[in-house]
């Protein structure tokens, strides 16, 4: 390779690496606006402000707003398993897991992402409106339900649980009752009534527990 191919080589790799900061840096910044607005409630005048960028360095990176928010949902939910992921890895056992899940989830005074749970806000917009967002949260949805699972087989094949506790179904129960917890807690401002969910499922982990 000539000095003068390297060098090309060299500026094009410099130029993709700013692209893809740029990249980032703008779904980062539109994350929590859209997970507050909603998508249809955000313009890309939104993100104008939030980057500082001007409308043409925008569709520079993203062809719409549409594909912008695509991409905007998936960065959200991948932020929201490593948030999860990082509240448990010190665990020890399948118990202390389920725990610090619930004590994640169910505080909704200091949410996981800025504008509230990501999984029922772009849920309750998608639904019948947008099938690719949609499609995404149900792929959450059925992750971190296959979470719960993974977690009580795990405990049930160490002893920690009881062999007959069913964990697909405390898993679909506990999904419900965090959304629906914090729907309560939005709308009525009080965070009393997800402690109070939270309480309850635990109760249930401990009845299971041996």
């Known amino acids: 390779m000539t000095d003068k191919s390297f060098n090309f080589v060299v500026l ?16 980062e910044k539109a994350a929590p606006i859209f997970n507050t607005k909603g998508v249809a409630g955000t313009a890309m005048s939104d993100i104008m402000e939030a980057t500082k960028l001007a409308k043409g360095s925008l569709y520079v990176h993203f062809e719409n707003k549409e594909d912008l928010s695509y991409c905007t949902v998936d960065y959200i939910f991948s932020q929201l398993k490593t948030k999860i992921s990082a509240s448990i890895i010190n665990k020890k056992t399948a118990k202390e897991k389920l725990f610090a899940i619930l004590n994640f989830y169910c505080n909704s005074s200091n949410p996981a992402v800025e504008g509230g749970c990501p999984m029922l806000n772009f849920g309750m917009e998608a639904d019948d409106t947008n099938p690719v967002i949609l499609n995404k949260v149900n ?72």
């Open 12 to 27: 094009f790799i410099a130029i993709m690496t700013k692209a893809e900061r740029t990249r980032q840096f703008i779904i």
């Open 139 to 210: 792929k959450a949805m059925e992750k971190f339900q296959e979470m719960l699972i993974t977690i009580i087989k795990d405990g049930i094949n160490a002893g920690e649980f009881n062999a007959d506790w069913d964990p697909k179904k405390f898993a679909l129960k506990a999904f419900a009752m965090i959304e629906g917890g914090i729907m309560i807690s939005r709308i009525s401002c009080k965070n009393d009534q997800l402690k109070t969910i939270a309480l309850i499922l635990k109760e249930e982990i401990k009845k299971e527990s041996n």
